[in-house]
């Protein structure tokens, strides 16, 4: 057991969580900076292109879903295992991760080549917006490897409590973005103009970078994990185990795709922009949800790893002091989105009309801040602990079974206001059942794997 490894059982909780969640929280910030800065190069194009990106954003997230699920699985089975000091699971459990992550790459090429036009044109029926969405998609989508083994290295590095490593990947990616974005689009040093398709090909250039670093980086450092190729061979238990939180996590971190699509048709019955509006907020909100996921992150491994220890009250000393941090962050947040609803949308170059109907949706949405901390801190609790369908009930009243239909009932009562008065009310409820699963579940743990404290 490595020394970074026995501080997740022993060190002060705040203090330790606050080193392990700083640097994705950072990187999360700087990844939400790459998300606004890249709307912003589009938007400048045009508002077509704009709109392009934005119903491109589904299928894009769907790569990243998959990554980061998939990743998180294996983060919470190999932490559990570090907890447990069982080395041979915690490299089989990695070696057969690289594997499965190259499966998946192959899966979305062949995805996103075949789908992303009949996807796209559900959605539009203007024919200049769809060349440029599907000449978006196939690009980020059919060459998401670099993205996928970017994140799954990161989560072997954040499982046994290595944090800065991640950050620093993730920051690699993101600047190489940023820089490249108005290079590709606009034209610079003797490169042709290539517009939306050029902001495709900058990220993908960053996302491979940080791809090939994070590997590189991973052999050469000192892990505690040996990757080989016979343990690549999959076993049915692992793979039943790493899947079994995996797939709840790939669901909802897909959920954003399913809600934007389904969104996008219910708000393009009141208004065209108000579809581009959408984009927009789902842009800028990452700088609120960015951060805190970047918390839980920090918050994962130290579950986990206390969970697989037997040490009950420090696990959940992590998750009342997650909770509060998280709480923090979205209180700033909604304050911001409520006193500066103007001048943020001004960073988008948000025309009169576009103003007009971008403030109200900004300040009623985030009135969901504060009170989705309960569900976002305790989905991804229950993340760490393998209670992968817990975690996936919380997310899918998020943000499928909820909003929908209730912006549909307020929209149909209230216009465009009530539709956003659907996110805050969604957001109570499903921190109501949020609250309940997890009292359910920490009783249960008292009685058995906790007993003994």
Aim: charged residues 10%.
């Amino acid at each position: 057991m490595t020394g970074l490894q026995n501080q997740m059982g022993t060190k002060p909780v705040l203090p330790l969580l606050m080193s392990m969640a700083l640097p994705p929280m950072l990187s999360m910030l700087i990844q939400s900076m790459y998300n606004v800065v890249d709307g912003i190069f589009v938007a400048r194009l045009s508002n077509e292109a704009f709109t392009a990106v934005s119903l491109a954003y589904p299928l894009q997230n769907m790569t990243v879903a998959l990554a980061v699920g998939f990743g998180v699985g294996a983060n919470a089975f190999i932490a559990r295992q570090l907890g447990e000091g069982d080395t041979e699971k915690v490299n089989h459990a990695a070696s057969m991760g690289m594997l499965f992550t190259l499966l998946h790459s192959l899966l979305f090429a062949v995805i996103g080549w075949s789908f992303s036009r009949p996807f796209l044109q559900m959605f539009t029926q203007d024919a200049q917006v769809l060349q440029m969405s599907v000449e978006y998609a196939r690009i980020v989508v059919c060459l998401c490897f670099g993205s996928m083994f970017h994140i799954y290295v990161e989560k072997l590095f954040q499982a046994t409590g290595n944090m800065l490593v991640p950050m620093i990947l993730q920051g690699v990616g993101a600047v190489i973005n940023i820089v490249l974005d108005p290079v590709f689009i606009f034209g610079m040093f003797g490169m042709p103009a290539l517009g939306v398709k050029g902001a495709a090909i900058a990220t993908v250039i960053g996302q491979v970078t940080a791809g090939t670093i994070a590997m590189v980086w991973f052999f050469a450092s000192k892990s505690g994990m040996s990757i080989s190729l016979r343990q690549m061979i999959p076993d049915k238990t692992i793979t039943a185990k790493i899947y079994g939180v995996a797939i709840p996590s790939t669901v909802m971190g897909a959920m954003p795709s399913v809600l934007v699509s389904v969104m996008n048709a219910v708000i393009a019955e009141f208004h065209v922009l108000a579809v581009a509006v959408f984009g927009m907020y789902f842009k800028l909100q990452t700088f609120v949800y960015m951060p805190a996921n970047g918390l839980i992150q920090g918050m994962r491994p130290l579950v986990s790893y206390n969970y697989g220890a037997g040490k009950g009250k420090r696990m959940n000393q992590v998750v009342y002091w997650s909770l509060v941090v998280t709480a923090i962050l979205m209180g700033i947040g909604t304050v911001l989105f409520w006193l500066l609803p103007r001048q943020i949308m001004q960073v988008f170059g948000a025309d009169a009309q576009m103003m007009e109907l971008g403030v109200s949706m900004l300040r009623l949405t985030s009135l969901g801040f504060l009170v989705s901390t309960l569900g976002t801190v305790l989905a991804g609790c229950f993340e760490a602990l393998g209670y992968g369908v817990q975690s996936l009930l919380i997310t899918l009243l998020r943000q499928l079974f909820i909003i929908p239909p209730l912006a549909m009932l307020l929209g149909s009562m209230w216009g465009l206001d009530g539709v956003w008065v659907a996110f805050p009310v969604a957001e109570l409820l499903s921190a109501l059942v949020a609250v309940a699963l997890y009292k359910s579940a920490l009783s249960k743990m008292n009685q058995t794997r906790f007993k003994a404290e």
